[in-house]
C-alpha cells in the first residue's frame, strides 16, 4: 500500500523544470535537513509513493507529480565540504543526513495554487494547509492525495 507524499522546493533552487529536464527525469532529493523530514524519507517514504510536487516562495502551489523510486541512502552532500549542505558533525559510520530519488511523473497544466487549496473544504486538514505548516517533506492522506488529482483532471 503506497504512502502519499508532498514536496516542497524553492523553483529558483530547484523547479518541476528542473527535475524534468533531469537524466531520466530523476534526481536525488538531498540537502533536506531537518529531522522529522529527514525521519519521512529514510524511515516510511518507499519506491512507487506517489509525491505532489510543491513550489513554495513566488507563486506557491502544487505543480506535478512525481514518484519516489529508491529506497532512502545516505546524502552525500553533508560529507562534501564544498556543497552548501555539507555537515560536518555528520560522521560516516553514522549518517545524519538522507535521500532518496524522485521521478518524473507530470506537470500540471495549470498548478493549483494555495489560495485555491486553501478555498478547497476537501482539503481541509492536508497538512500543508495547517498554520505553521514549513516542512519540506510531508506526508499527505491519501483522500488528501486523491482530491488534488480529482481537481486536476477537473481542469481545476
Known amino acids: ?3 502519499y507524499w508532498l514536496l516542497k522546493t ?18 536525488p532529493w538531498d540537502g533536506v535537513r531537518n529531522y ?12 512507487g509513493d506517489p509525491v505532489l510536487f510543491y513550489h513554495s516562495i ?3 502551489g502544487i505543480v506535478g507529480l512525481a514518484e519516489i523510486v529508491s529506497e532512502a541512502r ?13 555537515d560536518p558533525a ?11 530519488d524522485v521521478k518524473l511523473q507530470e506537470i500540471f497544466a495549470r498548478p493549483l495554487s494555495l489560495p485555491f487549496l486553501r478555498s478547497r473544504p476537501e482539503l481541509k ?15 499527505v492522506d491519501k483522500e488528501h492525495f486523491e482530491a ?9
Request: charged share 20%; glycine share 4%.
Open 125 to 139: 486538514g492536508m497538512e500543508l494547509l495547517k498554520r505553521g505548516s514549513r516542512l519540506s517533506v510531508q506526508p
Open 36 to 47: 522529522q523530514a529527514r525521519n519521512f524519507m529514510r524511515d516510511a517514504m518507499r519506491p
Open 74 to 86: 545516505p546524502d552525500p552532500t553533508q560529507w562534501d565540504p564544498e556543497n552548501r549542505h555539507f
Open 10 to 27: 524553492e523553483p529558483g533552487c530547484f523547479s518541476i523544470q528542473d527535475l524534468a529536464n533531469a537524466p531520466n527525469q530523476t534526481t
Open 58 to 60: 513566488t507563486n506557491p
Open 148 to 156: 488534488v488529482m480529482a481537481l486536476i483532471r477537473q481542469g481545476a
Open 90 to 100: 555528520s560522521p560516516a559510520e553514522a549518517p545524519r543526513w538522507y535521500l532518496v
Open 1 to 3: 500500500m503506497p504512502r
